[in-house]
């Protein structure tokens, strides 16, 4: 473990400091933030004793990506939720955004600190040790990810930086320079696997023992997971992050079974349901949006940020000794789909499609027709073959009827040859909606 003896504090122990860190981190708000001092006052919190501590951080309200886009302009480029003076601040990070403007994420040196300390705990937990040699494939440039490349410094690993795009430096470095463990996008590690085999290139007996997949949901999907070990002959663990909240925040153990809080006393966690949001309690198998809160932050702290990113939630004692609470994301809001009243997400269709490997690639395209979330059944998918394989041909009727028994929902799969839909060598999008 990175950090013992936080990382193994009883998690009432964590709550009643996490408590303390909140109240503090309320009165700097009320103090610095223009935002959040004008949002409270409106929802009649104006003062830190109306607002209370985190027992009763639910009667708040909610804070949305757009909200904080809302107030960025000229004169607030960072937006007016901005709580340092600039003179602290001492790193200024951009998001890609969907929309084209970029947001902008400040950081003082605290801030970056703790951060870099996050993403330690988080990568450390993959069971990858001091001296250990690490191979990584993020062009962080701008982005969020560079704080987490600078954990493997704090870690004692050995970093070899050597960026996406570049498939053959990259296998060239994991042949000649024998890292141990590799970090990337899971698509990337999907991507990489294939390269292999095309090339006879001996993926499952290269130095790599660790993957460590971060950046999308997937590392998770427990047929998306055993196909990625296959293919590596190495263990697969997964970290997540967001932009505006801090990078890697949750980081899965060598037991597998979800990602630990790595930011225990930096964040606070909540879930809520993602139509009404009403709190959801934190139990083993709760499932909601999760919602985040800064508690030690000084640049632009957020107050219950909705992540848009649905999880299952286990707060149960993990095996490795770890108490924080654990999440495996389920999906982005953005991609849900309901569909005669039923919640899918594409990476859920895709674990089921998985299950019929080596038959099936496990690239796959979910073609929704309307616009919006909610679809009429059946929902268009397509399924690509696997290499070589030629199908069969009831294999379209019975990936249908696993779904349906899966999900409980009604598709209508499309076969494709194998190579005919998109690879990425980053993120994978799993959804191509009707223009
Ligand atoms: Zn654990």
């Not at 104006?46 to 804070?63: F, M, N, R, Y």
């Not at 290139?201 to 949901?217: H, M, N, Q, T």
């Not at 499932?287 to 030690?296: A, F, I, K, Y």
Request: aromatic share 6%; glycine share 10%.
């Amino acid at each position: 473990m990175f950090d013992p003896e936080i990382e193994t504090l009883p998690w009432r122990e964590q709550v009643r400091l996490d408590d303390q860190f909140y109240r503090q981190q309320i009165e700097y708000l009320l103090a610095r933030s223009r935002f959040y001092r004008r949002k409270l006052e409106a929802a009649g919190f104006a003062t830190a004793d109306k607002i209370g501590g985190l027992a009763a951080i639910a009667e708040l309200p909610l804070t949305e990506k757009s909200e904080i886009r809302a107030n960025c302009s000229a004169a607030d480029p960072m937006g007016t939720h901005v709580a340092a003076p600039s003179s602290e601040i001492v790193r200024i990070y951009s998001t890609s955004g969907t929309t084209g403007t970029p947001s902008y994420i400040p950081l003082t040196a605290g801030d970056l600190d703790n951060w870099v300390t996050t993403s330690a705990r988080s990568y450390s937990a993959s069971g990858i040790r001091p001296g250990d040699v690490i191979v990584s494939t993020y062009n962080a440039g701008p982005f969020v990810a560079g704080a987490a490349l600078a954990a493997f410094d704090r870690m004692g690993l050995c970093h070899i930086p050597v960026g996406t795009g570049n498939t053959e430096r990259l296998m060239a470095a994991i042949r000649l320079l024998r890292p141990a463990a590799a970090v990337m996008t899971p698509s990337y590690a999907v991507y990489l696997g294939e390269w292999a085999a095309e090339r006879d290139f001996d993926l499952r007996g290269s130095s790599v023992r660790r993957l460590l997949v971060a950046g999308e949901p997937g590392g998770g999907e427990p047929k998306f997971r055993a196909r990625l070990e296959e293919a590596w002959g190495a263990k697969v663990t997964e970290a997540m992050g967001i932009g505006d909240i801090g990078v890697s925040l949750w980081g899965e153990c060598e037991e597998q079974c979800g990602m630990h809080l790595g930011a225990r006393g930096f964040v606070h966690a909540e879930l809520i349901d993602p139509e009404t949001a009403a709190p959801i309690a934190l139990e083993d198998g709760a499932r909601g949006e999760l919602v985040l809160t800064h508690l030690q932050h000084r640049a632009a702290p957020m107050l219950r940020f909705r992540t848009r990113d649905h999880v299952e939630m286990w707060t149960s004692t993990c095996r490795c000794g770890r108490t924080a609470p654990r999440v495996r994301c389920i999906g982005r809001t953005d991609d849900l789909l309901i569909v005669r009243g039923v919640n899918v997400f594409p990476s859920a269709i895709r674990d089921v499609v998985n299950e019929f490997a080596p038959a099936v690639s496990g690239v796959i395209l979910v073609r929704p027709i309307a616009t919006g979330p909610r679809q009429e059944p059946p929902l268009p998918v397509s399924v690509e073959l696997g290499k070589d394989s030629e199908g069969g041909p009831g294999l379209a009727a019975n990936i249908e009827k696993r779904i349906r028994e899966v999900l409980v929902v009604s598709t209508r799969i499309e076969v494709l040859p194998w190579g005919s839909l998109q690879r990425s060598e980053y993120k994978s999008k799993l959804v191509q909606r009707v223009e």
